[in-house]
């Protein structure tokens, strides 16, 4: 299992006057008939900008000294002929015989915003790589703001990170790692799988792969909870629902039609709620973590 590289950039700070943002608003600009997300502004109740965060400018893979190939709409550089071997130095995650010959990728960028969460910005920079036809790897930076715009936490990995998620309380980061181009599709080896680390400490609490016979479907927050969603192969209609329940330390699963998860009224400390018809309906259907889970502990 690759090592995950992890800088703390700043812990939260407490300073008494400091505004906080009421709402945090992605802007985009538009460009020749599109319209590509350049910054994010953070914005207290006056309506005032109190912080302001250029994608561009703060895009670490913005400024590699490497041959450019374009630069899209937004500002971010691709590149081409990258050496393989700057990239990834280590290639324990990677298909020796697919990666045999390789000696130049072409990387280009990605960046992701998750503003959802009120307390909290997650921005997610990525920098992946092709070689002709194959996805050969990405580079990963994670960084965590509080409503402040305080940069709290940064995150670096080598694979490829993607669906992060924070608990409301902003004490545990949740994000998908590994191969998502198929076992043809790619050079990595590595399988999909979900990990969990403690922003207090930078420990990881959880790395778990997906189920046999199932693929990612979505992770979502429900409070506290982190929720991972999967899809059956051979049924799409059918999920599979892993609960992650930081207070009792377990995690809670359990398959189910998607027709009647999406029928969820309510999430309690005992389980969860659903209409019978749809999720405003007044009868019910409960299901109990103790009773109606496979439970695993973690």
Known sequence: MKKIVIVTILVLIQ????LFAQKIEVIKEKVSGSRPTKRVQFIDENDRVIKSINLVEENPYNKLNYEIDRTDKAGHNYYKSIPFDDLFPDKSIFDSDK??????????????????IKEFLI???KLTTRHRDLFTGSLST??????KGIKIKQYIDKSDMSSVRLTKNGEYVLYSYGNSGGV????IKEELGVKVLSLEN???IIDRKFRTGFS???HYVKGNLF???STKYEDVKEDLLEIVHFDNRKIYSLQMPRSERMKLKKITKDGFIFGQLHKKDIDIKTLIYERDFQVEKF
């Open 202 to 204: 930078d420990t990881l």
């Open 142 to 147: 994670i960084e965590i703001y509080n409503s």
């Open 99 to 116: 990666i045999e010959g390789i000696n130049s990728v072409y990387a280009y960028p990605i960046v992701n915003i998750n503003n959802k």
């Open 184 to 187: 043809d599709g790619s050079a």
């Open 15 to 18: 300073l008494s006057g400091m």
């Open 123 to 125: 921005i997610t920079y």
């Open 216 to 218: 990612p479907n979505n």
């Open 227 to 229: 929720i991972i969603s």
